[in-house]
């Protein structure tokens, strides 16, 4: 299979990597996806500062940041529009769990041709609720890290291309989010998002409206609700850093129309 | 770093995979690990029954059986006397978690030369009581899967080369097994292991013990249980493929000393 991607495995161009590495062995790394807008990385040092708290959270060493740097420098020049997602593994070792004390972390730079999922327009999008019900696991919540396969499975579920979401809910039945991103909910001035210490992922666009909420008048609060919360929301969106911010036209029986805040919360994001 | 091992990638000689590949960038895939001895794959047809039954459940479709042992009998020409580990990923696929339809899977088998961690001997080993609580997720619960990070901090907790193994919870205080092996507790003559329905892994030689035990007059029983069970065990032994069957001698405060029921165990795993 021919993936077009632009790959740098520790600074050298190359599509593979050692079969032995621990982020295929055991899914030990982390990863952030990010947008390359005509050569330029945005969001990056929120990017980096995510990948490096995650990373620390596994004990696995962090390389430079400008290692980073240099690599998407390099990215740049193939794809100046493209996804970029930084991997970092805890490397390679000897079979075991235990990894060696002198184990070196692997730093993989992928970039893909944009092909966002789905970007922000002024129709909102149609999403659908999840069967797969996330475990949960304080020790790895929040983490970005490469144990995806709950994310892989709730894909699956569907195959719609209309549909390019579903809101996930954990085993007690919290909502968590999305698929590949993380979930909104307006509530008068208040803008509600799921707590992220039993399942789910912190991502670097969920955290930039949490900040920028007070900024249009709106409360951010993080929260365990249900779905009924979700239902009877004034609005809801879902964020990631590819399509920053998308709107929810339907959900099952429920429709929306566009939120008067939408383009005020995406103007948000970017200050 | 140099793992001395010998590889075969889809059938190749090879020492790298794909970095597109989906066992890299979300763990989405299945392994099984066995041992070789003198050319003679232990417990194959388990093996291979138990990998293509969790492929199953993930929708990874398995390769022909005689493809995996065209591999190993391959890799036993190399090492006669190894660990081999065979994965099986969903294959290579374009960015995103839903993967195309006409995606292939990649079939990876490994040996290393034997460096088994510990071994079935006269003495019993030191096992502690891990820290880390593991997720419940009932829709992986009992695949040998690669999303193994929960493994690897729970491996991490300690660095005392006496001590192999420790006992993991899940996050409601149930029993659930081993950090690389399950766990079974003897009580009259009742032989215990827990339900791996919610967490844990679905080990060839659980299967194998558990099938046994009426031959040597004992009761398989799996079940839920507390730490306070375990540590008022008449015996505990962890099983995996590579070690067999172990007997705990000392766990925290509390000491057993060698089952009767040991050699008959270990004999009856065999038959």
Same mark, same amino acid.
């Not at 409360?219 to 779905?227: G, K, L, N, S």
């Not at 004034?234 to 939408?262: C, H, M, T």
């Given at each position: 299979?021919? +993936? ?7 600074? !050298?161009? #190359? ?30 040092? #929120?990017?980096? =500062?995510?990948? !490096? ?27 100046? *529009? ?6 970092? *593994? ?26 966002? *999922?789905?970007?922000?327009?002024? &129709? ?32 699956? !579920?569907?195959? &719609?291309?209309?549909?390019? !979401? ?12 999305? /698929?590949? $991103? ?7 001035? $208040?803008?509600? *998002? ?6 789910? +992922?912190?991502?670097? /666009? ?25 239902? #009877?929301?004034? =609005?809801?969106?879902? #964020? ?26 995406? &103007?948000?994001?970017?200050?």
């Amino acid at each position: 299979v021919n +993936v077009t991607a632009a790959i740098l495995v520790d600074g !050298e161009w #190359s599509e593979r990597i050692n079969a032995s590495d621990r982020g295929l062995m055991y899914g030990d790394g982390v990863f952030r996806t990010l947008r390359m807008e005509q050569g330029f990385p945005v969001w990056l040092e #929120s990017h980096l =500062a995510r990948l !490096e708290a995650d990373a620390l959270r596994l004990a696995i060493s962090a390389p430079a940041a400008w290692l980073w740097q240099d690599d998407i420098d390099r990215l740049a020049e193939r794809y100046p *529009t493209a996804v970029v997602k930084l991997v970092l *593994t805890r490397g390679v070792s000897a079979r075991g769990y235990r990894p060696d004390a002198s184990i070196r972390s692997t730093r993989i730079a992928l970039a893909s041709p944009a092909r966002f *999922t789905y970007s922000p327009a002024a &129709d909102g999008i149609i999403a659908r609720v999840g069967n797969l019900r996330l475990g949960i696991q304080p020790r790895l919540a929040g983490i970005k890290h490469l144990n995806r396969l709950e994310n892989v499975l709730a894909r699956m !579920e569907w195959d &719609d291309p209309k549909i390019p !979401e579903a809101i996930l809910m954990d085993i007690d039945g919290r909502v968590v989010g999305g /698929t590949q $991103g993380n979930l909104f909910l307006l509530r008068g001035d $208040g803008l509600f *998002t799921p707590r992220i210490d039993r399942a789910g +992922v912190a991502g670097v /666009t969920r955290e930039r409206l949490i900040a920028a909420a007070p900024g249009i008048g709106l409360r951010a609060v993080e929260a365990d609700f249900d779905m009924d919360a979700v239902m #009877s929301a004034d =609005a809801l969106f879902f #964020s990631n850093s590819l399509i920053k911010l998308s709107w929810v036209q339907q959900l099952g029986e429920r429709a929306w129309s566009r939120p008067d805040l939408y383009p005020a919360l995406l &103007d948000a994001l970017h200050d």
